[in-house]
């Protein structure tokens, strides 16, 4: 008899009835494989781990709940006719009628996936909370070239980077951002959303390649569910703040590839409404240039927003109202680059940098047409220059690579420009994801940022009796925490030299004393003899022993856990051995 | 009206059609000139130019249309529209459905004609009306003209083929002579680009490719040219929209053309239309032909307006959301602290490891490196695009729809916390814990040891094939006997007044006498070693076993059929159980010394690893490879209990003092302690070795056992039997005894308790025998 035998007519059970493989499921389907994936992916359908694999260890399992999910999709009949409606045409085709093929490819049935993505999604914060790949992907194929042999459209592509754009523009109007870390890979950001943390990488602004081991099709699908939620999101962002979506920009900014900035101005300009004093913002430096923007958010006004919009007024307030409700972090992030003027050379990152800037509270020009303000403007604090040296130099303003802006977002304070002059090589850029306590190795440059941190909120920092703030500073706290358990650390070394300092004494007055015995014992004297040679050995040694003792009546199962954690300690500890390892070398090789 | 209608639209077009007809006539006169007018559009300069060597010839060159005006003028002239017109609904008479499509076969067919002629017929009217009959004169006159403008214009005769045939040849084509006609000197580029510049009407010059010379418009031709380009004829003075007039003189016509009458359906509304339209406009009212675009529905809009409502639970599997891709670390900036980057050995061993093993980020330093990408740059501008960019994102999507998601519990303790909490070891002395006598005297390793019942003296044997008495205290060595062969295993006798030797060596089984005790006590020994007249053994037993004397040493010697692997005695000290691992079913005997007997107790399953007596009461216990199985000694031939191991193979086994547990260790370094009174199942298993257990020891009234493995190392646990049944044992893990070195891939061979100290001795490979006290 077979093992799993069941007898005619009794129902399967258990993992046999719940899971299907995927072959099992394309049949019961009636689907392809390449539909049953697209299905999956707009779905999000994914195989599922049964505890027992009945069919063999090799195949993918489905649960038949997915399954049957997927059986009542009624995209799943539009695809089917869509397919149909492809014979209808390829057959129009062959029978050289062009004119009815030309006509049936004029009303193709197409489908929707807003329907898909609230059925995903059930509330907005689980769309955030799934946010990153969509909009890693996103900004990857903004910067792709379109190619007719991977079938992506030009249409796409400037789809891609139109919502990107509006994404970065929302972020950056609301000071979400909170860390940028710039990696051989691109740009991390990561922002905060209905307290959701969003990562997302953005590739460098260059030319990407398309390489021949990817399957386009598969991220194309991906692509068109990503780019229809990004969409949904945005919209839904705006809507929180009052702007209409899509957004309708300024052509000529948008000729000159400053999206961007043409979004972020069209914010600016529709959420103000009818304000009628802009500078309540983080442009209230400079008035002359102020009043040339309000002029032109004005004239932006007249034929972008809806003539009469009775609820301007109500959303001033809703306005004000979130500015109170913002928490201390965005306040932070918002006066980080408050009285600041920023400039832009040419070859500085510029869609980057004129994300982050306006997200700290800064203001950017750049070389170029479009720009808000020339280069010669006086006002001018910090010059971006990312040559090995620059040309004609102003006195007035400080000559900074784009890393200082990058350490500065990250270390949220300003800070000192020597390191980061003109030509010299930047000290190490840190990422900004790290908890270097948990880590166990602090680099360098981080324990300076943390001094200077540390310098600067001693600055700003209120009288102790006023005490709200440096209670609500997590970081405050954080670093209170660090120097008193650096401290302790310390202390606890010191005493444990002194400890050892007064074991060895004692040890040498005990050999003394047994040296006296020698006759007693020969044989014993020679053992403990060859034990004191190595006495730091043997001490560990038995240390060790008796650590290691309760492994023994351990269960199996939990001995492995214990062994796979010690294991990953050890790995960890590795590696910051192996970093200070390098260090020491690189320390004795400078000097 | 229709009428009306139908002759105000095809005026021109009959017109055409009649002038067609007319031509047929006259086509045999000038077809030579209309295949003349064919030529081909691609060369255009070449045609140009004909056409302005046309003009040039002026009104008297060909003009086809002029035989064909000559011909129509000749006929009537001044007719009526209304003629023509009957004309055409008579045709229409004859067949209505066939009229229409002889119309457009009309048209085809005047298409290739009516590019020349009929627009000549045109240009014509302009000029010369009614010239008369001097058209065909003027006919043959222009066929003459062309034909010498044939012999002057071109000058290659290499006729109408592709000039690439000739592109590598060094001649453009052949003369009408058939002299080959060479190519130009081509100018260097520069200098004809130079020379262009300089040149002012260098505009106007074109590139005869056909004849490889360039020819200068003049003023005319660039005109022509200019007119051309707009779209409009060549010729200025030529007037497109010249009136229309009608040559034909209907007045006179006196037969219709057909005489057939109108038929009714030209006077009533067309059913067929009719329910055409009936069709459409109902179509339209149904709705199902909109002629507005349906208006687009906007395609984003607010999906999560009010997230309250949205709170119902899904019927659906439990999402679980894709794990978030691992943050960058430090390393992957694009600037990164020194210390970050790995050396070249490094990265060389990194090269060596197994992909799975290997950091899937690299850092790598400034300096360049040929395929290696580089990681530390020293500005931001020099970062380039990331190669792999692509890759990681289609793994990602991979990783999202193929990869089975399960939630897992991540568990964050300290490893310390799983740790069982036990008691302090201080409170569990005495035990043994440091080396303090070693025992030195054998030249192989020491196979086996023994403790006299006393404690006072230790007996040794060793692979040299020495067995040694030792003085425990002191540790001199009392007496050496010498044999033949290694010596496997020795036993003192359990009883104290008979300080007797059990060795086993290879095949053999020697009783010995130690000398040691008092005078009676020799004698009685001596009384006991001699082996008078024999019992006449059974058959089966005799093929196992023979009883013979010592000549060596003066006592009896045993000799088994196979090589002895282990020897215990029983509490009474009468009876001396031997196995021997490769006897298979006949593996374990009992001999009784006093009787001078052999009895084969029991048939064994699989191979007989050791057999031990119980302390205290007459069972046997016999561990096989996998299990150890209870045998009662004075009843059944069947074992009374089986104990189940779980372990792969059995090396050492010891019996609790108080006969309910025991302790079996195995060749994978696992102890398996068994509480007969819970289970046939192990207690507790302790993997607690990483080589193989050779012997395992409990400790005659101490609550201590202790286990020695090949790996050189002893261990020492507290093992305490409680007399209440509900409570188990307690198992304390207490010392790891070092100091026997390995050798020969030995370690320790064998460790036995003290029996009245807390001592352990443990016999080593490396020929040394030690004492470990508390």
Redesign the interface.
């Known amino acids: 008899m077979p093992k799993h035998y069941r007898p005619a007519g009794k129902k399967k059970e258990g993992n046999a009835a719940r899971y299907m493989t995927r072959s099992q499921a394309l049949k019961s389907l009636q689907v392809n494989l390449s539909l049953f994936r697209r299905l999956c992916i707009v779905k999000g359908v994914f195989p599922r781990e049964p505890k027992k694999k009945v069919k063999g260890n090799h195949h993918t399992y489905y649960h038949v709940k997915d399954i049957s999910f997927l059986q009542h999709e009624p995209l799943l009949e539009k695809f089917r006719e869509i397919r149909t409606y492809q014979k209808k045409v390829l057959k129009a085709k062959a029978k050289k009628n062009e004119e009815l093929a030309r006509l049936l490819l004029t009303r193709q049935p197409t489908y929707k996936l807003d329907r898909l993505i609230r059925e995903r999604y059930p509330t907005f914060i689980d769309a955030l909370r799934d946010l990153d790949d969509c909009l890693t992907m996103v900004h990857l194929f903004a910067v792709l070239p379109a190619s007719d042999r991977e079938n992506l459209e030009v249409k796409r592509v400037h789809n891609c980077r139109r919502l990107s754009h509006e994404w970065q523009a929302y972020i950056s109007r609301t000071h979400a951002l909170r860390k940028v870390f710039v990696s051989v890979k691109g740009i991390y950001y990561q922002a905060e959303l209905e307290g959701q943390k969003i990562t997302w990488l953005t590739p460098h602004a260059i030319q990407q390649v398309f390489t021949n081991d990817v399957d386009f099709s598969v991220l194309l699908t991906f692509l068109e569910f990503y780019e229809t939620l990004l969409a949904f999101i945005n919209f839904k962002l705006y809507h929180s703040l009052n702007v209409k979506y899509p957004p309708i920009l300024d052509s000529r900014l948008e000729a000159l590839a400053a999206d961007l900035y043409a979004l972020s101005r069209y914010i600016d300009a529709s959420s103000r409404g009818m304000t009628v004093e802009p500078k309540s913002d983080a442009s209230s430096s400079s008035q002359s240039n102020d009043r040339e923007e309000s002029e032109l958010r004005l004239a932006q006004l007249q034929h972008q927003l809806p003539s009469s919009e009775p609820g301007a007024l109500m959303h001033i307030v809703a306005d004000n109202n979130k500015e109170v409700e913002e928490d201390e972090e965005t306040r932070v992030c918002k006066s980080l680059f408050k009285d600041l003027k920023f400039f832009l050379s040419r070859e500085v990152p510029r869609e980057s940098l004129l994300f982050v800037l306006p997200a700290f509270g800064g203001m950017v020009s750049w070389e170029g047409e479009g720009a808000p303000f020339k280069e010669d403007d006086e006002s001018i604090t910090h010059h971006i220059i990312d040559k090995p040296s620059a040309g004609h130099m102003y006195l007035s303003r400080e000559y900074v690579q784009p890393q200082w802006i990058y350490d500065c977002v990250n270390a949220r304070i300003i800070l000192p420009t020597e390191k980061y002059m003109v030509g010299s090589i930047p000290p190490p850029h840190l990422s900004p994801f790290v908890d270097n306590e948990a880590e166990g190795y602090v680099p360098d440059y981080a324990e300076t940022i943390k001094r200077l941190q540390a310098a600067a909120r001693n600055d700003v920092l209120p009288l102790p009796g006023v005490g709200k703030e440096d209670l609500e500073d997590p970081q405050n706290l954080l670093y209170a925490g660090v120097m008193s358990r650096a401290e302790e650390a310390e202390a606890a070394r010191n005493k444990k030299k002194m400890a050892e300092l007064e074991k060895q004494y004692h040890e040498e007055l005990k050999m003394e004393l047994r040296g006296s015995a020698v006759d007693v014992a020969p044989v014993v004297e020679e053992v403990g003899e060859g034990e004191e040679s190595v006495p730091d050995a043997a001490n560990t040694q038995t240390a060790q022993d008796t650590s290691d003792m309760p492994t023994l009546l351990m269960s199996r199962k939990k001995r492995k856990l214990y062994e796979a954690m010690k294991k990953g300690q050890k790995k960890k500890s590795e590696a910051v051995e192996a970093l200070e390892q390098r260090k020491k070398r690189l320390n004795a090789g400078q000097q | 009206m229709k009428k009306r209608e139908t002759a105000n639209k095809d005026q021109m077009r009959e017109t055409k059609s009649k002038s067609k007809n007319v031509s047929v006539s006259v086509k045999s006169q000038k077809q030579k000139a209309v295949v003349k007018e064919v030529k081909p559009v691609e060369k255009e300069v070449k045609s140009l130019k004909e056409e302005d060597l046309l003009l040039d010839s002026g009104t008297d060159s060909d003009y086809d249309g002029d035989s064909l005006s000559g011909s129509l003028n000749s006929d009537d002239f001044d007719s009526d529209i209304f003629d023509s017109e009957d004309d055409g609904s008579q045709r229409e008479t004859e067949d209505g459905d066939r009229e229409s499509s002889k119309d457009e076969v009309h048209g085809i067919e005047g298409s290739d004609d009516n590019d020349d002629e009929g627009e000549q017929v045109d240009s014509e009217n302009g000029e010369e009306d009614g010239s008369g009959d001097e058209g065909s004169e003027q006919d043959e006159v222009a066929e003459e003209s062309d034909s010498s403008e044939d012999e002057v214009a071109p000058r290659n005769t290499v006729g109408d083929v592709p000039l690439e045939w000739y592109k590598d040849e060094k001649h453009i084509g052949y003369d009408i002579t058939g002299k080959k006609i060479t190519k130009k000197e081509k100018q260097d580029k520069l200098d004809s680009f130079l020379a262009t510049m300089d040149d002012s009407k260098n505009w106007r010059k074109i590139y005869d490719e056909y004849n490889d010379e360039e020819v200068e418009l003049t003023k005319e031709e660039s005109k022509l040219i200019r007119r051309m380009l707009k779209g409009e004829a060549p010729h200025a003075d030529f007037d497109p929209y010249t009136p229309y007039v009608d040559w034909f003189k209907w007045d006179d016509a006196i037969h219709p053309l057909s005489s057939a009458p109108e038929p009714k359906r030209r006077f009533i509304p067309s059913k067929w239309e009719a329910k055409k339209v009936v069709k459409y406009v109902r179509a339209i009212r149904k709705g199902l032909i909109k002629f507005d675009k349906p208006e687009e529905e906007p395609?984003?809009?607010?999906?999560?307006g009010d997230?309250s409502t949205?709170d119902?639970k899904?019927k659906?599997?439990t999402?679980?959301?894709?794990p978030?891709?691992k943050?960058?670390?430090?390393e992957?900036?694009?600037?990164?602290?020194?210390?970050?980057?790995?050396?070249e050995e490094?990265k060389a061993s990194y090269e060596l490891m197994y992909e799975e093993d290997r950091p899937n980020f690299i850092?790598t330093s400034l300096s360049v490196m040929v395929n290696v990408?580089v990681?530390r740059f020293?500005?931001?501008?020099s970062?380039?695009?990331?190669?792999?960019?692509?890759?990681?994102?289609?793994n990602?999507?991979?990783d999202?729809?193929?990869?089975?998601?399960?939630r897992k519990k991540r568990?964050n303790i300290d490893?310390e916390s799983?740790?069982?909490k036990?008691p302090s070891?201080k409170d569990l002395r005495p035990y043994p814990n440091s080396?303090?006598?070693?025992y030195k005297g054998h030249t192989g390793a020491v196979t086996s040891i023994s403790t006299e019942c006393s404690g006072q003296w230790i007996a040794s044997g060793s692979t040299d094939g020495s067995v040694r008495l030792w003085e425990v205290e002191t540790?001199r060595c009392l007496k050496i006997w010498q044999f033949d062969e290694a010596v496997k295993c020795v036993a003192w006798n359990p009883l104290s007044d008979f300080p007797i030797l059990a060795v086993a060596m290879g095949r053999d089984l020697v009783i010995l006498n130690t000398e040691l005790g008092t005078d009676e006590e020799q004698k009685n020994i001596k009384d006991l070693l001699q082996l008078g007249d024999l019992p006449e053994p059974k058959a089966a037993v005799a093929a196992i076993v023979s009883w013979l004397p010592d000549e060596l040493y003066g006592g009896i010697k045993i000799r088994h059929f196979k090589n002895i692997s282990n020897i215990d005695w029983h509490r009474k000290g009468d009876y001396l159980s031997t196995v021997m691992a490769s006897g298979e079913t006949r593996g374990v005997v009992i001999h009784q010394i006093s009787k001078k007997v052999t009895t084969k107790p029991y048939k064994i399953r699989g191979l007989p690893v050791s057999a031990v007596f119980h302390p205290s009461r007459s069972y046997l216990f016999i561990a096989t490879k996998k299990n150890v199985r209870v045998y009662n000694l004075l009843t059944v031939d069947e074992p009374v209990k089986k104990l189940e191991t779980g372990m792969r193979e059995i090396s050492s086994m010891a019996i609790h003092p108080g006969g309910d547990n025991l302790i079996v260790g195995s060749k994978e370094g696992k102890m398996c302690w068994f509480d007969m009174d819970l289970s046939s199942k192990p207690y507790?298993t302790?993997?607690?070795h990483p080589k193989d257990i050779t012997n395992v020891a409990y400790h005659r009234s101490y609550p201590l056992f202790a286990s020695s493995s090949e790996d050189s190392t002893a261990y020492v646990f507290h093992g305490k039997v409680f007399n209440d049944l509900n409570e188990n044992p307690l198992?304390?893990?207490?010392?790891?005894l070092?100091?026997h070195s390995s050798s020969n891939g030995g370690g320790v061979l064998d460790c036995k308790f003290h029996p009245r100290q807390p001592w352990l001795f443990t016999a080593g490979a490396d020929s040394i025998i030690k004492l470990y006290c508390h």
Do not use: M
């Open positions: 395609n984003v809009y607010l999906l999560w997230d949205s119902q899904s659906h599997l999402y679980i959301p894709p978030k891709l943050l960058p670390g430090h992957e900036s694009y600037n990164p602290s020194l210390e970050y980057i790995p050396t490094e850092p990408f990681h020293a500005s931001l501008r970062i380039p695009a990331y190669p792999n960019a692509l890759k990681e994102s289609f990602r999507c991979l999202l729809y193929l990869c089975p998601r399960v568990i490893p799983l740790k069982p036990l070891r080396c303090y006598l070693e540790g507790k302790l993997k607690n198992i304390v893990p207490l010392e790891i070092r100091g």
